[in-house]
């Protein structure tokens, strides 16, 4: 099955910004909701930000106001516009491509190092 790519990951100063992108070419991109989640050392894959088929966004409370996904159905892209990054923010983070019967496709992951 194709995964999805990230890219843009790397290491930011506390209240830099990052800007991720995932590009998928598994499947239908328009039909499929698109997530970010992450993962940091010792602790369980979080979601970070999902994006549904018609736009939709919802944020995890810790980043709120801070962090921004969109999606590009035209380029099958999503991305991810972290501001204000602190270093709890550090992280392995990863696309998901989400169907509409609920079959989840990941990506390899991209590493955030956010230092204080």
């Known amino acids: 099955q194709v995964q999805p790519v990230e890219s843009g990951g790397g290491l930011v100063q506390a209240g830099g910004s990052l800007r991720l992108s995932c590009v998928d070419s598994g499947g239908i991109f328009s039909r499929n909701a698109m997530a970010w989640y992450r993962q940091a050392p010792g602790k369980q894959r979080e979601l970070v930000a999902h994006?549904?088929?018609?736009?939709?966004?919802t944020y995890a409370d810790s980043v709120k106001g801070r962090f921004t996904i969109s999606r590009d159905n035209a380029k099958n892209t999503v991305a991810l516009q972290m501001n204000s990054l602190k270093p709890e923010d550090t992280a392995a983070y990863y696309c998901?491509?989400?169907?509409?019967?609920?079959?989840?496709?990941w990506g390899q992951g991209t590493q955030v190092t956010v230092s204080s």
């Open positions: 998901a491509a989400i169907s509409p019967s609920g079959y989840s496709r």
């Open positions: 994006i549904s088929s018609n736009d939709i966004a």
